[in-house]
């Protein structure tokens, strides 16, 4: 009872104290369809992606009902770094919900128009309203409207005293209009935060960030985790693991009775309750201290992939060594020459096999399906010879011999010919370690990838239409593995098949240098047509710089030069986060998403006769 009682306490006061507006709350994942497309419009940087940030400590003064309550010391804004805009995962500042979503709208154009990120906090944000409300004059209403009610929830400058007074006062000018104030000089505390501005001091990690394909293999998983549905932008450093057996350490002294810590595992089954437990413990920490228990006992820790490359004798057989491609450096706007080292490559004792078995059914209504697309009669007019005659032809020269027009060779004939389609296509397949994950219960990505290239091929075989199958994984700059599945002069069969059976995944995913390379191999196609698509699970990555931005970046400018050379990019990916980069490689149309990564064999000859459909 007392428990109960105590809890019943603790929400009123809670209730009481807070100054926010629950009923009218707007939540990012409401609008993140939308966001990411909103802020590029208005001329956001395209290489950013839209996800909800962390609560930080504002250090601006609290009500008493607040503190006795312990809420009201963090506040969520708006913040940017080199790869991702962070908003508020929710918005109740206002009581009304359509002010809170025009809220987020501000925010979003406010980002896109940051044109003084090094200026003092003030200065900057006055900078940047001004900023969008030159480039967008139909948001001055709204804005106007936004200041209203902000200036409703903020602390009357009247009930303040002293430099705190002259604070408030100025951001109020400020807000209303940006630009006004030259100089601000804050009080003994810090202002209360300004929801309509981008963050005074964004967060920074202190600690060591994670190396690129540090993660453990994952396992079969039917449900996504609640920390998956979040999704937020945490604060963290990596720390050794303690080596205390119990999940809770109490340090103790007599003048700190209330200081503790928790450790929880997070990588061991937990009940419902221990999760949100750990989540609670995690939202109110300022820093998240994260560890790496080498000792995890579980078999995806003990059956994992040594990332070294393997010895010649072992490895798969190398066909071209010392291919130099270069790569893009987004930080200095220029194309690094022969920066990457790529090496093609040929499966080791790949035999010769069959379709399997639970391949064949469909491969059987594929092939039907793509014997419809395959050479069709076509009628040639204006022949100079053929089944039947052309009376437009017949026409034109009867007319041009009365008029003195003579034709040596006339053209009076209508021919039935089989004509051939005028296309080349090269599937490029991921073979990273990420490909390793589950799918489901009982097959993996790379099974599902193998299944998707075995029915491709069957498809295009009924086609007859000229592919090319390669596949690619990376270690660093200088080891960028290429591998040859079928050529374009090669005719597709078991060796063929045997070649796919025997693919298998690992290491990472330079994706432009791979991308460089199979446009160099299409471009040399004389065909009308070239279509290059290019099979994934995930962002770029790799051990050294590669990750983030700068693979991203290399990866939009590899595309952008396949393009210029007449290729047709397509990217067929199973990240269910891709929208928040594909559209800047690939552009609006540019790729899908499989949801379904177990529907992916089906989908992916399907999507072909999609793309070429007019061809």
Request: hydrophobic share 40%; net charge neutral; aromatic share 8%.
């Amino acid at each position: 009872m007392e428990e109960f009682v105590g809890g019943l306490w603790d929400k009123l006061i809670t209730r009481t104290a807070y100054r926010g507006f629950p009923k009218a709350r707007v939540e990012l994942k409401q609008i993140e369809g939308i966001a990411p497309i909103f802020f590029r419009a208005l001329g956001g940087d395209a290489g950013l992606t839209v996800r909800a940030g962390s609560a930080t400590e504002h250090g601006a003064r609290r009500s008493w009902m607040e503190r006795v309550a312990g809420i009201g010391n963090k506040v969520e804004l708006t913040w940017s770094d080199e790869t991702t805009l962070y908003l508020p995962a929710m918005l109740e500042v206002f009581p009304e919900r359509g002010l809170n979503r025009e809220l987020y709208l501000w925010l979003l154009a406010l980002a896109a128009h940051d044109v003084a990120p090094d200026a003092p906090w003030i200065a900057r944000n006055q900078q940047a309203a001004r900023a969008t409300l030159a480039a967008l004059p139909g948001l001055a209403p709204r804005y106007r409207k936004l200041v209203d009610a902000l200036f409703a929830v903020r602390p009357n400058p009247e009930s303040l005293t002293g430099a705190e007074r002259a604070a408030e006062a100025a951001i109020r000018a400020a807000l209303v209009e940006p630009g006004s104030v030259e100089q601000f000089v804050p009080g003994k505390q810090a202002p209360m935060p300004v929801a309509l501005w981008l963050h005074p001091e964004p967060p920074k990690n202190p600690g060591q960030q994670r190396q690129a394909g540090s993660a453990k293999s994952t396992t079969p998983a039917g449900t996504k985790s609640k920390a998956d549905e979040e999704a937020r932008k945490r604060r963290a450093e990596r720390v050794d693991m303690p080596e205390a057996k119990s999940p809770f350490m109490l340090m103790f002294r007599a003048e700190s009775l209330f200081s503790w810590a928790e450790f929880v595992k997070v990588d061991r089954p937990l009940d419902e309750d221990e999760n949100e437990h750990a989540a609670k413990a995690a939202n109110d920490l300022d820093i998240l201290s994260i560890a790496e228990d080498d000792n995890n006992n579980t078999t995806a820790s003990r059956l994992r992939f040594d990332l070294d490359l393997p010895a010649e004798a072992d490895d798969d057989v190398m066909l071209v060594d010392g291919i130099l491609l270069p790569e893009w450096d987004y930080r200095k706007q220029r194309l690094q020459p022969a920066h990457c080292r790529l090496q093609m490559l040929l499966a080791r004792d790949a035999d010769p096999c069959v379709l399997p078995q639970a391949l064949r059914a469909p491969a059987k209504r594929l092939r039907q399906q793509f014997q419809a697309v395959t050479t069709q009669r076509e009628r040639l007019r204006a022949q100079p010879s053929g089944n039947e005659l052309d009376i437009d032809a017949c026409v034109r020269f009867a007319a041009d011999k009365m008029n003195g027009i003579r034709t040596s060779e006339p053209g009076l004939y209508v021919d039935n010919r089989q004509q051939q389609r005028d296309l080349s296509c090269l599937l490029l397949a991921d073979l990273s370690l990420s490909t390793d994950a589950w799918v489901n219960n009982t097959a993996r990505v790379i099974e599902v990838i193998r299944d998707s290239l075995m029915l491709f091929g069957e498809a295009l075989a009924a086609t007859n239409d000229r592919f090319a199958l390669y596949g690619f994984s990376s270690v660093r700059r200088n080891n960028v593995r290429f591998h040859l599945l079928k050529g374009f002069d090669e005719r597709y069969g078991d060796h063929i098949r045997g070649r796919i059976a025997a693919i298998k995944p690992g290491y990472y995913t330079r994706m432009g240098a791979a991308i460089r390379h199979a446009t160099a191999i299409l471009s040399s196609r004389k065909t009308a047509r070239r279509l290059l698509l290019i099979l994934t699970d995930g962002k770029p990555n790799d051990l050294d710089k590669y990750e983030g931005r700068y693979g991203i970046e290399d990866t939009r400018m590899a595309i952008i030069e396949a393009r210029r050379l007449g290729l047709t990019p397509f990217c067929v990916t199973i990240d269910e986060k891709a929208g928040d980069y594909l559209p800047h490689l690939f552009g609006a149309a540019g790729y899908i998403v499989v949801h379904d990564a177990a529907m992916l064999p089906q989908v992916l000859p399907r999507l072909y006769a999609r793309l070429t459909e007019n061809i």
